[in-house]
């Protein structure tokens, strides 16, 4: 069973930055292709990055340039560095592993982490 337990969120003013931590167990992380996606008061769960198990990465464009996702198999962890935040970055931020076997998708979801972006 995954079990992803995020950390690192916090407040921060405009322009800071911050890096998130997302540790998975119970599963072989190295296989799994990691996300992070974010979920803004009355707004719907969006994905703002990814990565594959072979390391190619995806985002959003509102955080393009900014943002950078990262895994480090050894360590059962993916992170998010986050540059230049925006009050519009905050959100509360989730974690999601996944993979695919034929038409059967396996992921999990971590608890969250909220970002703040305030002065």
């Known amino acids: 069973q995954v079990q992803l337990v995020e950390s690192g969120g916090g407040l921060v003013q405009p322009g800071g930055s911050l890096r998130l931590s997302c540790a998975a167990s119970g599963i072989i992380f190295s296989i799994y292709d990691m996300g992070w996606y974010r979920q803004a008061p009355g707004k719907q769960r969006e994905l703002v990055a990814g990565i594959t198990s072979g390391g190619s990465t995806n985002y959003a464009d509102s955080v393009k340039g900014r943002f950078t996702i990262s895994r480090d198999n050894a360590e059962n962890t993916v992170y998010l560095q986050m540059n230049s935040l925006k009050p519009d970055d905050t959100a509360v931020y989730y974690c999601?592993?996944?993979?695919?076997?034929?038409?059967?998708?396996?992921?999990?979801w971590g608890q969250g982490t909220l970002v703040t972006v305030s002065s």
């Open positions: 999601n592993a996944e993979r695919r076997v034929g038409t059967i998708v396996l992921d999990g």
